[in-house]
């Protein structure tokens, strides 16, 4: 695709878009008094402005029923949870009995990881991505501590080469290779949330299947981002959050994949609530745990409706659009920015602003991260202070998301002309 760097092109391709009505159902803030560009979808998306009135809608029955609105809600309460798995699943690519809404996401990790990381004296180790987001680091430490080994013997990271950015999969496939006999678990993001990498997460998966291996995924950054396929590609587990690109608010609940083949099996070991128990039976007050087939059996606790109702203003939203026609948007969205950001950077040689994310579009979602080199995070400041929301990863990578669902092609171009503003100043 020829792109050109102007305001008309810009607002010919938003002419052109078809999903362009969408970014009128998003609040856009207004920060003193001024209208931002929000490029930080990939931390916490834009709020719906149709959540007010899911949230309304509980709040009202919640007042009309008490306690009944479990049974008697517009949305049954106690069965809340499963109206938001259709179109969970679908934006993930499995079977509705393999996704559920619940908890957050560290902690669902860590109660997938209860099921999934079961390691021997033989089979212990954990391969991963170097820069992991910090939280999961913190799980594969203390989960391998847990167990009684060593993190420094029993986690290894895949890094950059010297010199380079992204991890090789060449290098991914020789580390499963080599610690094979060894191995327990691999455990990746789908998108790397520093350098925005993509992982083939199907050849991952089938890696670690060869050599007897599981394959699980943090979608943080992939889930509402990317299509991914999660039954077909055989992952084994995978887990994520809801306010990132899935715009359901800070901090409200995760959901988690669980594989039918290890759904189906209700003998793996888990840690139990009553509301994994055989639902059937669960207000019956039984002693003995009977969990459900299917991921429903991970889950511990009733669910936040005011959050789930969040939730479900959004994912009705994604399946409107749909997670492909999106990703066809999101292709020409963030190549178009990396254009306009080249075209700028170019006319500024004393400052060096690089792309670390991968150039090609089948190895990204909507992330661009881009490192600050010969200036630093007050160059991010003054971004910020030009009315540009997008943030700051030390130590000197900033990150700009485009988030095909509410940003425009104008927004990236008005970025654009923020950004030369900015880079002349900043020469002088
Ligand atoms: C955002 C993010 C988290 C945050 O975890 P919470 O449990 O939701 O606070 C964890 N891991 C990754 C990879 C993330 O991107």
Request: charged share 20%; with cysteine.
């Amino acid at each position: 695709m020829n792109f050109e760097n102007s305001l008309a092109f810009a607002k010919q391709q938003d002419a052109q878009d078809t999903l362009a009505e969408y970014r009128e159902r998003f609040h856009h803030p207004v920060i003193d008094g001024k209208q931002v560009l929000y490029f930080t979808g990939n931390s916490l998306g834009l709020a719906p402005k149709s959540a007010k009135d899911y949230v309304n809608a509980e709040l009202d029955d919640w007042a009309k029923w008490g306690v009944e609105g479990h049974f008697h809600a517009t949305n049954p309460w106690v069965s809340y949870h499963e109206i938001l798995t259709p179109a969970m699943a679908e934006l993930v690519g499995a079977n509705e009995s393999e996704v559920v809404c619940m908890n957050s996401l560290t902690t669902n990790l860590h109660l997938l990881f209860v099921s999934f990381y079961r390691p021997t004296t033989e089979k212990f180790k954990i391969i991963s991505e170097a820069k992991m987001f910090p939280s999961d680091r913190y799980l594969l430490e203390t989960q391998v501590k847990h167990h009684g080994f060593d993190p420094d013997e029993a986690i290894i990271e895949v890094a950059p080469r010297d010199g380079e950015h992204l991890i090789r999969e060449e290098d991914i496939l020789a580390a499963i290779n080599e610690h094979q006999e060894q191995l327990a678990l691999v455990f990746f993001g789908g998108v790397n949330y520093f350098t925005g990498q993509l992982f083939d997460m199907e050849k991952l998966t089938q890696a670690a299947h060869n050599v007897g291996a599981i394959a699980g995924f943090d979608l943080a950054h992939a889930a509402g981002n990317i299509p991914v396929k999660l039954h077909d590609w055989n992952v084994d587990f995978a887990a994520w959050c809801t306010y990132k690109y899935i715009n359901a608010s800070a901090g409200n609940v995760g959901a988690i994949f669980v594989h039918d083949r290890h759904g189906d099996n209700t003998d793996i070991p888990r840690f139990g609530g009553w509301w994994g128990h055989n639902k059937e039976r669960r207000f019956l007050m039984e002693n003995s745990f009977d969990p459900m087939t299917g991921a429903e059996g991970w889950q511990l606790s009733n669910v936040p409706i005011m959050g789930m109702a969040v939730l479900k203003a959004s994912l009705d939203i994604f399946q409107q659009v749909g997670i492909e026609n999106l990703r066809q948007k999101s292709l020409k969205l963030t190549a178009f920015l990396a254009f306009v950001f080249n075209d700028i950077v170019e006319l500024f040689p004393d400052i060096q602003l690089e792309i670390i994310t991968p150039s090609d579009a089948s190895m990204r979602g909507c992330q661009l991260s881009v490192k600050l080199v010969g200036t630093d995070k007050r160059f991010f400041s003054a971004l910020t202070e030009a009315g540009v929301i997008a943030d700051f990863r030390e130590p000197d990578v900033v990150r700009l998301a485009p988030t095909p669902l509410y940003n425009s092609f104008e927004d990236v171009y008005q970025f654009g002309q923020t950004l030369k503003t900015l880079l002349a100043g900043w020469q002088k």
